[in-house]
């Protein structure tokens, strides 16, 4: 949890020689400041006072719950002698479940009974690159991989040197070079910076990872150049390698797409295709926050 009950009844934050309660069995937490993991409350011993299993707090997860009031965040809910934490609990009395991760149906399912009037915000950063807007395709790959994928490293006669776009904004590319063991070097001769592993030699030979990072780019650069953020799109698309569990979903899905729209699933058959709408989290924050 990211919040927990102080002394005066104040929701708090962990701080590392903090003391607080937790709101729901009022038992003692421990705060848990390490290096890794965001800073959170956790129960002493293994037990949690909700039997849901939660995804650890990611920044993308405290990115949302920040979009709304500190005491719309993280709130307990009981039904009969059920308790869990919601994500967000709109003033109108929607949840909202913040999804970073791979969820089963059977969650998907218990969670939409206990709540009933919920929404899902799930992060697309893992397969961006698998979804096709059939009216808003990205540009053609050729020219961006001219301008930032070049065959040669300027000192060395194998590999692709990579640069990244500036607004390569929510560090996607960066994120698959890293993953991918590139390294930072510098150009003197451009006086610029680009990222370099010698095993790539040939095009096919390039990491899937990077080439569908630079896909997302390409989504992104398409959205903030012809999409306006006070419009609803409507548009046919394709999920290629479709998380099936979303299919068992009954309440709406918006697919955060991280470059400030969000894509409202509103048909999605067995084979990927489907139909939808691009908001955007200007619209989204509009409906839910009011
Ligand atoms: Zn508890």
Not at 183 to 211: A, G, M
Not at 239 to 261: E, Q, Y
Request: glycine content about 4%; overall charge neutral; charged content about 25%.
């Amino acid at each position: 949890m990211q919040y927990a009950i102080d002394l005066t009844g104040n929701k708090v934050k962990a701080s590392p020689s903090g003391t607080a309660i937790c709101p729901n069995c009022k038992a003692d937490l421990t705060p848990k400041c390490g290096q890794l993991n965001i800073w959170h409350w956790a129960h002493k011993g293994l037990k949690d006072c909700d039997s849901w299993s939660y995804e650890p707090i990611s920044e993308w997860h405290l990115k949302w719950q920040n979009y709304f009031e500190k005491e719309l965040r993280e709130v307990f809910i009981t039904k009969g002698y059920e308790t869990h934490i919601a994500d967000i609990l709109t003033e109108k009395g929607t949840v909202i479940e913040i999804q970073n991760s791979n969820i089963s149906p059977e969650d998907i399912y218990e969670r939409e009974a206990f709540y009933s009037k919920m929404v899902w915000v799930i992060n697309s950063f893992d397969f961006k690159h698998n979804l096709y807007f059939k009216q808003f395709p990205p540009e053609p790959f050729e020219p961006v991989w001219k301008q930032y994928i070049k065959k040669h490293h300027p000192n060395k006669t194998i590999g692709y040197s990579i640069t990244i776009p500036i607004n390569d904004c929510n560090g996607q590319i960066l994120s698959a070079l890293k993953k991918c063991d590139y390294i930072r070097e510098f150009d003197d001769e451009t006086d610029s910076e680009y990222w370099f592993n010698i095993k790539n030699s040939t095009y096919e030979s390039l990491d899937p990872l990077i080439v569908n990072a630079f896909v997302g780019y390409l989504i992104d650069c398409k959205f903030r150049q012809e999409l306006e953020r006070n419009k609803i799109y409507h548009t046919n698309f394709k999920w290629s390698h479709l998380r099936k569990t979303w299919r068992t979903a009954m309440k709406p899905i918006f697919l955060d797409l991280n470059n400030g729209f969000l894509f409202l699933i509103k048909t999605l058959y067995e084979n990927g295709n489907g139909f939808g709408q691009i908001v955007s989290r200007q619209i989204f924050l509009k409906k839910y926050r009011g």
